[in-house]
Each structure stands twice: as C-alpha cells, then as structure tokens.
C-alpha cells in the first residue's frame, strides 16, 4: 500500500518535489545507493579487465597497435614463466601451510582466560600489519645480507653456524619471502580468527564440560568446526594473496632482479614484461593466464569446502 | 542554522579544493625562480625536465642559468624533477605510450633505451642540434641513441672503462701496476696478491653486466652484432665468460659481495681494502667518493689490462641519453637547451667539474679547466686525463638495439650468476641465455 502511495505521489507532483520525494522512493532508492559501488566497479574493474583481456591479442607500441592473434600466448611457454609460476606456486602453499595453522593457534591462546597480557600481545602481533612493506622489505634485505656482519649471520654465528649467502641460493630466497610474509600477515590472521572465535557461543563449551570434555576435545570438537567459514574466508584471500604477491621480493632483490630468478613472481613477470620491457601486450597475457589460474583454485578450493551447498 | 552552517563549509571545502587545483603549480614556478633572468627582456619558457639522478638534476639547473645569461632574448624556467630509476622510466615509457604527462626533457638510461625507440618513437629526432657537432665528440655516443639515421639522445660521457687498482695492497705484494698490460699478466698479478696477502685481486658482479660487458667489447664482440642480431654465444664471449670463471675457481676473484658494485656489502668490502682492484667505467670514480672514503689516495686509475699486447685497452660502457619528447610545446627550445648542457664545449667543462664524467667532447680533454684540483684529483691524483688519453682511441662502439634490453637482462639474471657462483659450463650458459631471448 505504502509502495503505491509513493509511485503516485512521484509521478503527479510537479519536479521539485520528485527529486524530494526520490530518496523515499522504495524502488529507486536501492539503485541510488548501491550506484556508487557499481559505478566505481564498472570504471574501475570491469572496464580495465575487459580491455586487458583485449591488450592479450594485441601488440601494443606507441602508434602502432595491432592484432597479433594468440601470439603473446603462445610466448608465454617459456623458462621464465614457469619459474615465475612455480615461485608463486611454492610461496603460496608455504605461506597457507604457516598463515593458516599459527594464527589459529595464537588467536585461541590470546582468547583463553588463562593467558595474561593479551592485549599486550594483540597489539604486537598486529604492529608489522601498519609498516610499508616497502620499509620492511628494505630492513629484511639488510638483515638477511651476505657479509658475516649481518644480522641473522651474525646470530648464526653464535650456534657456530657458516655465513650464509641468503640472496644468492633459492630455498633460502623462498624461506625469506615466507618469513617476511609471516612476520606481516600473522596479525591480520590473528583478528580474523579471534573475530570467528568470539561469535562461538559460551554455552556450548560449558555444556562440553558437563559431559566431561577435556581441552582438547573441546578445540577439535567445537572450535575448530565452528571456526570453518573463517577458515574458508582467510584460505581464499590468502591464495589470492600468495598469487598475488610482488612488493615483498621487488624489495628483497632491489628491483625486480634476482639470481636466476630465484625471487621471480608471476606479477613480478607481468611487472617486468609490461613496464620495464615494453611489452604491454605480453603483460596483459600473463596477467589473464594469473586470473585464470587464481580463479580455478578458489573455485575448487570453495567447492571442496562446500561453500556453494546450501545450508541446512 | 546548524544545516546552513554545514552546508557552508562543505561549500568552502569544495571552492579551496578546485581552486587548488588550479592553481597550476606556482608554488613550484617561485621555487625555480633563481633560473629566471633578472632583466624583464622576454617572458621565459618552462621546460620541465625528468632525471634519476640527483647530481643530474643539480648539473641542469646550473647549465640553465647559464643558458639565460648567455642568451638573455630567450630565458627559461627549468623546473627538473629527480624520480627513482625504474618509477622515472617507467612513468616516461607510460607517458609516451599514452600520448599525455611526458616532460620536454628527459634522461634515459642506456639499457632501457631501446624501449623508448620501439614503434614510431615518441622522441623529437635532434639531427640538426648533433650534426654540427659530429666532428668534436667520439660519434659512438650519440650512435648508440639513433634509429634508421636519426639521432634521438645525446650521452654526457664516454664511459670509458679503466681499472682501479688498491696501490697498497699490490704493493704489499710486490706488484707494480704498470706491469700489468694483458688479462694474463692480471691473472699471474692476482696469484701474487693471493699468495702474498690473502685478499682476492678482484671482485666480480654476478648480477649486473659490467664485469662482463667491456672485457668483450674489448675484443671486438659484443651482445648484438651490427646487424642487431643476438651474438652472445660466440666464441669470444665464451672465452671471456672462461676466463673469469677461472679466476674464481683459482679464488683470484669473487663475486662482488651483494651481486654487484653498487651493492651496500660490496662499498663495505672494497672500502676496508678486501679486494686489489675493481675494473668498472669513468663514471664510477662518485662512488669511490661517497661511499669508499678510507682509500684516498691508495687508488691508482689505469687503463685495463688488454687481451694481446697491443690490443684494446677500454670500451665504452653505460650512458645516459638526454632526449626531447614530442609533447614538448618548445621542441625547439628544448633541443638549444639540451645541445647547450651535453655538446657545447662549456656545458661539458661542467660535465667533468660537477659529475666526474669523461665528457663527449675531446677536444676539451686538453684544456686547462680540465686541469683545476678538484675533490676527483684530490681522491685519485692528478694525472688522471692521461689516463683518458691514452686510451681515447681504443674504445670500440657498442651496438645497442631492440633486443638490448633483453640481453641485458638475461646476462644480469642468469648468465653471470650460473657461470659465476654456480660454475657451470660457460658455453652452456650463453648458449641457453642466447637461445632465449632470440
């Protein structure tokens, strides 16, 4: 009743009153206020996605743009990219392997009564989240450098351990990567899990406790499954993360340049083909080929976690 | 009363805000103004000029007031930006590629050059500015910046190659520097260096290309052969890459701390006097400057040592080419200025007194201002032109083409470091860097 009252009144009162009448107006008032979202998403997302898409069959250079067919990817079987995809693919499940289970841990442990000083710890945890990763990757390259007198050779030393050239060898370039990444990203993981784990209701662990659940029972039987859509949600960005990823090893190896491509990563690529050779074409290609494979993982990883299933 | 209050000073935020933006930069305009001539003869023009180099952009403000003391009818305002390296290539390949944003003037590093001529280059072609000229500066230098006969960058130096010897360690060793005339003398110089203080006789980058690049320049090879075609597996080249590989596994050299001669660990290194020498171009002598202060007047600066008697002595190494875009609105300004700052015989004074470069121009090489003490003759000694001199006819040019780029690269990231730290097969390794990027 209400909704034809407001339809009539809009449409026989004189223009003034139309654009007061507009924001009470139940069937423009949704469009009005997701507008803002939509309109920033098509300029901002849709648009340049679609036009990479096109760039991908392109050759682009300054006044001669072309079509090239499926030439850029076809480039893209070679050396350079499959070690960009194979350092992106390795730093991703490292970093699911250490990003997933520790904050969990931590954040059960900041949320327990018996812990003290959990704001303390809260807040430290968080601090390395606000510092640039531009400053954090320069003080890490530093504290990983080659000479004896660096700081983790230095504290080598102390266990009697050789100098280590961290930069120069690949597992190691990958173990820094992960440690920076974890040393950024635990905090962040650490809220989402205790946001997740202060939604479990009280009740449940106290009634555990009647039956004679022991601490153990109650993490595996109750926590842990309750925790399963935060789960989903910091597995997902965390992939997208992991493939994501570019200023850490930009800073690490001072501009894109490592060893036999040791720090290499698939935006990395992109960055180095479509800036700093030129090639924006080739870029846009490895850019599509990154979306592609970012969105089949989620995909199955979404299915296998049975997000699409409807709830009971 | 309170809505009215607050729709007033959204207004007002709104208002400074346009305003802002149009007030077209005069804060920068009145920062420059010490540019400006004092006499009120001619309105001046703004160019704006992009660098990555600090000590560039102090050398173009200074050869601006220069300019508009000598030509009082056509004043500038230079307004130079320094940007880091790769976010100033970057933004100009961007600027260019778009059509919008690009300065009139602009450095472009060597290696990144070939980027900038792809397509139909976006840079105003500077002939009739370079031609005049031609017969006073080494050729190669502007050569290395041309595309189908036009000319689109001019260099500040040479870069001619040297070597620079620590005197005090091979003194130590009982070697005079002016015994070493071939690579095989260096070699024989080094076993001494090892044996008599146990420090290595040099340091080699396993991740950047000056290690490498003028030790085949000097033998007449190259990464691209004249015809721009990829050559970097020839024999010469695998030679070399031989050649340095033994002088790490006889731990004559290493590979310079960090990757490279421009790495934090590597200053540290050569500065408490762990390597004998560091062969790199003219224009590394800043560093020793800045970042090397405790081996003042222990450096000798020598030509390099040659591959027979009688060969090679330097090669031309690095660059930087000034251009002028074409979204310039005073192309032809621009070109005067530019020609002023890197051709003129003044603007190349300055290029030694200010940035320690070899200038393009050798006919300046003998004049007396070259002569002056300054804090390079102060660091090095005084004779550091005969030097230059001496090997001014022995540099060969390096060709430089679309794939430059990616031999570079390619010889950064895999070749030095596979043949250098991991030792494999140097044939292999050039044959499969090569086989990329062809």
Redesign the interface.
């Known amino acids: 009743m209400n909704t034809k009252f407001a339809v009539d009144a809009s449409t026989s009162i004189p223009r003034s009153s139309f654009w007061r009448s507009l924001p009470y107006s139940k069937k423009l008032a949704p469009y009005i206020l997701v507008s803002p979202f939509i309109i920033s998403f098509l300029i901002f997302f849709a648009y340049p996605v679609i036009n990479t898409v096109i760039m991908s069959f392109q050759e682009i250079l300054p006044g001669q743009v072309k079509y090239v067919g499926t030439e850029n990817y076809e480039n893209l079987t070679n050396r350079q990219f499959y070690r960009a995809m194979y350092n992106s693919a390795v730093y991703t499940v490292l970093t699911l392997l250490v990003l997933i289970p520790v904050p969990l841990i931590f954040a059960v442990l900041l949320n327990s009564k018996a812990m003290r000083f959990t704001n303390f710890f809260r807040s430290t945890l968080f601090i390395p989240a606000l510092t640039s990763v531009v400053v954090a990757g320069t003080i890490f390259r530093l504290i990983f450098g080659e000479l004896p007198g660096s700081l983790m050779n230095e504290f080598l030393s102390l266990f009697n351990v050789a100098p280590a050239n961290f930069k120069q060898s690949a597992p190691l370039a990958m173990f820094i990567m992960v440690i920076l990444a974890t040393w950024r990203w635990i905090g962040i993981n650490i809220i989402y899990f205790l946001s997740g784990l202060q939604n479990i209701p009280h009740e449940l662990y106290e009634s555990a406790e009647i039956d004679g659940a022991n601490a153990m029972d109650k993490f595996l039987k109750i926590t842990l499954p309750l925790l399963k859509p935060v789960t989903i949600y910091v597995l997902t960005i965390s992939i997208y993360g992991g493939f994501a990823m570019f200023t850490e090893s930009y800073m690490l190896f001072a501009g894109n340049n490592s060893p036999k491509d040791i720090g290499l990563t698939i935006v990395g690529y992109i960055y180095k083909s479509g800036i700093q050779k030129n090639e924006l074409g080739f870029g846009s290609a490895i850019g599509i080929t990154l979306l592609g494979i970012v969105l089949i993982i989620n995909v199955i990883q979404l299915k296998f976690f049975g997000l699409f299933r409807k709830e009971d | 009363m309170r809505k009215r209050l607050l729709i007033l000073l959204t207004l007002v935020l709104i208002a400074v805000t346009v305003l802002a933006g149009c007030s077209n930069n005069s804060g920068g305009n009145a920062a420059n103004d010490k540019n400006a001539p004092s006499g009120d003869s001619a309105k001046p023009t703004k160019l704006t000029l992009w660098t990555f180099n600090a000590l560039h952009q102090t050398f173009y403000e200074a050869m601006a007031t220069q300019w508009n003391e000598t030509n009082p009818d056509k004043p500038i305002t230079l307004e130079a930006t320094t940007y880091p ?2 976010d100033m ?2 933004s100009l ?2 600027a ?2 778009t ?1 919008t944003g690009a300065p009139d003037l602009a450095d472009i590093e060597i290696s990144k050059f070939a ?2 001529l ?5 840079l105003a072609e500077l002939n009739d500015v370079v031609e005049p000229e031609l017969s006073n500066i080494v050729q190669s230098r502007v050569d290395i910046y041309a595309k189908d006969g036009k000319y689109y960058g001019i260099d500040f130096h040479i870069g001619a190659a040297v070597i620079y010897y620590n005197t005090e360690l091979l003194d130590q060793a009982g070697v005079n520097v002016d015994d070493i005339k071939t690579w095989a003398d260096f070699e024989e110089a080094g076993k001494k260096v090892l044996a008599a203080t146990g420090k290595v006789m040099t340091t080699l980058e ?2 950047d290309q000056w290690s490498f690049w003028p030790l085949i320049s000097q033998r007449g090879s190259d990464f691209l052969d004249k015809d721009k075609k990829v050559i970097l597996d020839n024999q010469a080249n695998i030679d070399t890459l031989t050649y340095l590989q033994n002088l790490v596994k006889q731990k004559i050299a290493v590979g310079a ?3 490279g001669h421009h ?3 590597y200053y ?2 050569m500065n408490s006097g762990e390597s004998a020498s560091v062969f790199m171009p003219f224009w590394y002598m800043g560093r020793f400057l800045e970042y090397m202060p405790d081996l003042k007047g222990k450096i000798a600066i020598k030509p390099m040592p040659a591959w027979e008697e009688g060969g090679f002595r330097s090669a031309g190494m690095g660059g930087t080419g000034t251009v002028v875009t074409k979204q310039s609105k005073s192309i032809d300004l621009a070109k005067q200025f530019a020609a002023f700052s890197k051709l003129s015989a003044e603007g190349n004074i300055q290029i030694w007194k200010q940035l320690g470069f070899d200038p393009i121009r050798t006919d300046v090489w003998d004049s007396p201002e070259l002569k002056e003490a300054n804090k390079f003759s102060d660091y090095f000694g005084d004779n550091i032109f005969d030097t230059l001199n001496e090997i001014k006819d022995e540099i060969n040019a390096v060709n430089v083409g679309e794939l430059t ?2 031999a570079s ?1 390619v010889v ?3 070749v030095m ?2 043949a250098l ?1 991991d030792l494999e097969d140097p044939a292999k390794v050039l044959k499969d860097a090569a086989d ?1 990027i062809k």
């Open positions: 390296y790769d290539h970057n390949l961007v260019l590629q059509g980027n900038y792809k397509g139909d280059p976006q396993t991740g701390p960090g990757g790495a934090e660990e540290g290194f780029p990616a690269d950064k990231s895999q470091n596979r730290v990329s």
